[in-house]
């Protein structure tokens, strides 16, 4: 459902909450459900396993081979080991690098969920509490004023000059103004990220006024999850010269 293109009222059923929130012991059986709002971490690999994998390459291995062979002719011939320190080294460098580069990804998972808002204040059997952001749910009525976080992607059912960050999603670095009416698509497809005046994403933060609305995405489906998954399941293709590089290698 596209709830930027509903009725609140619409919204509201989609989610089966009301303007007045959910009851402590409905959130409690959707927080079960749904699981907690928060990004999913990464399987984690170990940093000694990232830099065997970096050992496995053809060409690495065929340099670990002439390393070894060095050595053995440094020992026989009574040389200099100069080549194989070089050698040794530069294996050394490459994986480490490629390490670095791995662990990026993790880092860039890091750096969404510092971003989440730590608690939100929300209205639970029909009063306004403090609770852990991470113990959102759909339907969930949430309020905000100048200084917020925003915890989860959700659908804006009251609004009073309220102006939201969005700059860690859409790049705009000047504040949004919000409203509460529903977009009409008009000639385009779909209504662009950046346009939706009527939501509130994850990740974003509240500037100026004040406002409520009601959670129609936690966890990994708000668009920050979109975002996590992506960096997570994106692969990395070998460039033209690496796939020469190996090409060789094997040959």
């Not at 204040?121 to 509490?129: A, E, I, P």
């Not at 209504?191 to 409520?212: E, F, I, S």
């Not at 990395?236 to 090409?247: A, F, I, N, R, V």
Request: hydrophobic letters at 45%; charged letters at 25%; aromatic letters at 2%.
């Amino acid at each position: 459902m596209k709830h930027y293109l509903s009725e609140v009222r619409d919204v509201l059923e989609s989610v089966d909450a009301t303007q007045d929130g959910l009851k402590s012991d409905e959130a409690g059986e959707r927080l079960q459900k749904n699981g907690p709002n928060k990004l999913r971490e990464p399987k984690k690999v170990s940093l000694f396993v990232r830099f065997l994998k970096q050992l496995a390459d053809p060409m690495i291995i065929i340099l670990i081979v002439a390393a070894a062979v060095s050595a053995v002719i440094a020992v026989l011939e009574k040389e200099s080991f100069a080549d194989v320190i070089i050698i040794v080294a530069v294996v050394l460098i490459n994986a480490v690098l490629g390490v670095v580069q791995e662990s990026k990804a993790e880092k860039a998972i890091e750096a969404l969920k510092e971003m989440s808002a730590a608690t939100s204040k929300v209205y639970r059997d029909g009063n306004l509490v403090t609770v852990k952001s991470e113990d959102l749910v759909p339907g969930d009525v949430i309020a905000l004023e100048a200084g917020d976080a925003v915890p989860a992607d959700s659908r804006i059912i009251e609004c009073a000059s309220l102006k939201v960050e969005e700059a860690a999603l859409t790049g705009e670095s000047v504040p949004v103004n919000k409203k509460v009416d529903t977009l009409a698509l008009g000639d385009q497809k779909d209504v662009p990220l950046g346009d939706r005046k009527n939501m509130l994403y994850n990740g974003t933060a509240v500037v100026y006024g004040r406002g409520k609305a009601v959670v129609v995405g936690t966890g990994m489906d708000t668009e920050m999850g979109k975002i996590a998954t992506a960096i997570t399941e994106a692969s990395e293709g070998e460039t033209p010269l690496q796939k020469k590089l190996s090409q060789l290698s094997k040959i």
